[in-house]
């Protein structure tokens, strides 16, 4: 709905949980955010999302800001 307000094209990729068979370890894949050639990355119950990999985070309530101004 984000995406609808600040008027712009999206595409969201759902994620999942990936489990190494035989092992007790599992990865967590973000569900996927690209708007304007940035990748958002949303893990669930999570108030932060990263930007284009782990480096930049922004907090979930200053998406909408922050896509209009990028």
Do not use: Q
């Not at 599992?26 to 930007?51: G, Q, R, S, T």
């Amino acid at each position: 709905m984000i995406c609808r307000f600040a008027y712009v094209e999206y595409e969201f990729i759902n994620g999942n949980i990936k489990s190494i068979k035989n092992t007790n370890i599992a990865y967590v894949k973000p569900h996927i955010l690209k708007v304007k050639n940035n990748d958002y990355l949303i893990f669930e119950e999570y108030d932060e999302i990263f930007i284009n990999g782990y480096n930049e985070k922004i907090k979930f309530k200053d998406l909408e800001e922050y896509i209009k101004a990028h």
